[in-house]
Nanobody, 117 residues
Framework: QVQLVESGGGLVQAGGSLRLSCAAS????????MGWYRQAPGKQRELVAT???????NYADSVKGRFSISRDNAKNTVYLQMDSLKPEDTAVYYC???????????WGQGTQVTVSS
C-alpha cells in the first residue's frame, strides 16, 4: 500500500503561481511514475503531468511551458510548479502513484486549485 498526501492548493489570481507537493509513504518500489491529474466540475479527470523515477516527463499540451513537474526520489515526493495560471486551470488536483512492478495505482485525496479572473 502507498499513501499519498497532497498540499499546496489554494486560491490565486490569474497570472499567479502555486506549487503543489505530494508525499508518498508506505511500501514504495524504486521504479515508479508519479504525477498529477485534475478534474474540473462536470469534466473527466485528465492528465496534467507525470514523471518517472528515471526522470522522464510527460505534460498535457494545455500546461506545457507554464507548469513544471519535479521529484525528490529520496523523499518520495513529487512537485508541480504552476505558473501563469489561468481560470481554466481551476480544478481539484490529484496526485497519482503507479508502481511498475505490480501495476498498482494509488491516488491522493485531491487538493483544490482555484484561479480567479
Amino acid at each position: 500500500q502507498v499513501q499519498l498526501v497532497e498540499s499546496g492548493g489554494g486560491l490565486v489570481q490569474a497570472g499567479g503561481s502555486l506549487r503543489l507537493s505530494c508525499a508518498a509513504s508506505g511500501t514504495i518500489f524504486s521504479i515508479n511514475t508519479m504525477g498529477w491529474y485534475r478534474q474540473a466540475p462536470g469534466k473527466q479527470r485528465e492528465l496534467v503531468a507525470t514523471m518517472t523515477s528515471g526522470g522522464n516527463t510527460n505534460y498535457a499540451d494545455s500546461v506545457k511551458g507554464r507548469f513544471s513537474i519535479s521529484r525528490d526520489n529520496a523523499k518520495n515526493t513529487v512537485y508541480l510548479q504552476m505558473d501563469s495560471l489561468k481560470p481554466e486551470d481551476t480544478a481539484v488536483y490529484y496526485c497519482r502513484h503507479n508502481t511498475w512492478a505490480t501495476g498498482h495505482v494509488y491516488w491522493g485525496q485531491g487538493t483544490q486549485v482555484t484561479v480567479s479572473s
